[in-house]
């Protein structure tokens, strides 16, 4: 036990050996002082690495149930930077007022998920926040996440982690670990995300973040990281679990060597009894204590893979977890694909309540929006849902998107050609080298006007396709105002200009924000698009309830029509409408003018425009013929009711 500030601890209590029931120790510690003690653990038993046994009575591990960890609540600073003790579990008072706060169980299909880095967001002057980059002024951002009509977003990690790990390498060349994706401890909050952090308050402050979301019709969804931990591999720090029962939380090789599937130096072994009820634990307690409304884990198939790493038919923690009845209401979410090339996307071995970042989406979508030739039979059904992939399911498997954290912006998709990385001090062998991006014939900046609305076009066209495809949307925050990363596609270590929103370019970028706002409360007003189930077949009228149209019967390669027809004489109730309503997208990717003919549609019906991307400034809703004229690389929204 120490005194908080202190380097060596004032008492050290054993267990006594009849403090147990089976192999569960336990002890009630009196006099404890929450406001200024902290503590943690030794264990004594065999150091044998061959066999893959750590332990080390000398050295001090967090409690593995932490709920506030000290020793890093400023940002970029050690609290005990000259103590071998750099860790220290603490204790909170579990006093949060909720005023009857719940989560939302908004349905999956009718979130739009926005992601978001909590010190990027608004760590930039330009944000004119209060506390910038922290949890409260995400709080203080709350009215412009209501304008932009969002309905949901998913953190990077906020568990506790490490920003200063980068410091424990010899080279040292990357400025942090910015974006926390190795985890110190799943209990407790990132303290330094707080205004408050110091004082204790990390977990006050996000809870607050959270029932404030809450109260604007705001779901939030948390990344989380249990593939591995911020242990890293052989010869990696001890923080808690290695010095605990290391072969019991990580695979390990015969020679007692770390197995590294997660590319981060170590594998938790997820889908051992222990560690599949921690990680049980841990999500129940964020979602009992912190009300959070789902989680989206990195590196999924690791939670997948057996002792031996080998990937499981049935796994027992996802199927726990899917089954759970604390869960029951939550979002989960898996990243199919990890490190060691398991790739699950359309395969992923979990129950149907989960849903997945679909990476085939997003590589559809921007093959499309540039050019390339061949996916328009793909993309048809990518934006109904990809029913190729997710038969015997529904739309709600899915989680479509175009841009993520990892990897360009909306912006610099349409901006570079190649990745510039050189600033992680990588000589740019990070991030991945196939964006499938084009940068509209400069690359860069430029002043170019032609180049600089090609851009634009661009990047509404992308969005229009996100927006009108079924399934649950995600962008990534920023790209509604042309954000941009100078064309660094992992700025995983950038805790500067880099990875922070400069929200100036709202101002300056004003046009493509109202586009996506109008297309978001487009999607909003229109169920049809949301809807989960696949269904392609006639309704009532004799009209499919989806329909694509080309250019020309033999032209499959750069335009399409995407037809909704949804009609009152159907149940009104399942749409929310209260008259016949068609909807008609058509995209022309080709890079020359062409002509289309619209849909013929019931007599007294007339189509009008509703947003046109060749258009600077959101367009009134205007009378359309029976054909009408695309731009080369743009897209039109009509409607007829």
Known sequence: V??????????????????????????????????????????????????????NKEK?????????????????????ANSKYKHRSR????????????????????????????????????????????????????????????????????????????SQFPDNTRSANFWGYSTVSFFAPKAAYASFGPMGMAADEFKNLVKQLHKNGIEVLLDVVFNHTAEMGDGGRMISYKGIDNPTYYLLNPDGTFCNFSGCGNTMNCNNAIVRNHILDCLRYWVSDYHVDGFRFDEAPILSRDIYGHPMTNPPLLELLAHDPILAKTKLIAEAWDAAGLYQVGSFPAPTRWAEWNGKFRDCVRHFIKSDRGFLDELMSRMQGSPDMYHGK?????????????????????????????ANGEDNRDGNDCNLSWNCGAEGETDDKEVLSLRSRMIKNAFALLMLSRGTPMFVAGDEFRNSQGGNNTAYCQDNDISWLNWDDLKKNAGNFDYFKKMIRFRKDNPVLRKAAFYTGYNT???????????????????????????????????????????????????????FKLPVIPAGLVWKKILDSSIDKPCRAEKAENCIKLCGRSMVLLMAE
């Open 2 to 55: 120490f005194h908080q500030g202190e380097d060596e601890p004032y008492a050290e209590i054993t267990f006594p050996e009849d403090f147990h029931i089976g192999n569960n120790f336990s002890m009630l510690v009196f006099d404890f002082d929450i406001d200024k003690d902290e503590y943690g653990f030794r264990f004594d038993g065999d150091y044998v690495p061959s066999q893959g046994l750590l332990f």
């Open 60 to 80: 001090v591990m967090i409690d593995p149930y932490s709920k506030l960890v000290s020793g890093n609540e400023k940002w970029g600073e050690y609290t005990y």
């Open 91 to 166: 204790i909170m008072l579990e006093d949060y007022d909720w005023e009857g706060d719940v989560q939302l169980e908004i349905p999956i299909e009718d979130l739009v998920i926005y992601e978001m880095h909590v010190r990027g967001f608004t760590k930039h002057e330009s944000s004119k926040v209060r506390f910038p980059g922290t949890y409260a002024g995400i709080i203080e951002k709350i009215p412009y996440l209501k304008e932009l009509g969002i309905n949901c977003i998913e953190l990077l990690p906020v568990f506790e982690f490490d920003e200063l790990e980068f």
């Open 394 to 422: 529904s739309a709600r498997s899915t989680v479509n998107f175009v841009t993520c954290h990892d990897g360009f912006t909306l912006n610099d998709l349409v901006s570079y050609n190649e990745k510039h990385n050189l």
């Open 541 to 595: 009228s004799g009209y499919p309830e989806i329909s694509f149209h080309s250019l020309t019967p033999w032209d499959s390669n750069f335009a399409e029509g995407l037809c909704f027809a949804v009609l009152y004489a159907e149940p009104a109730k399942d749409f929310g409408i209260k008259k016949d309503r068609f909807i008609y997208a058509v995209f022309n990717s080709h890079w020359e003018d062409h002509e």
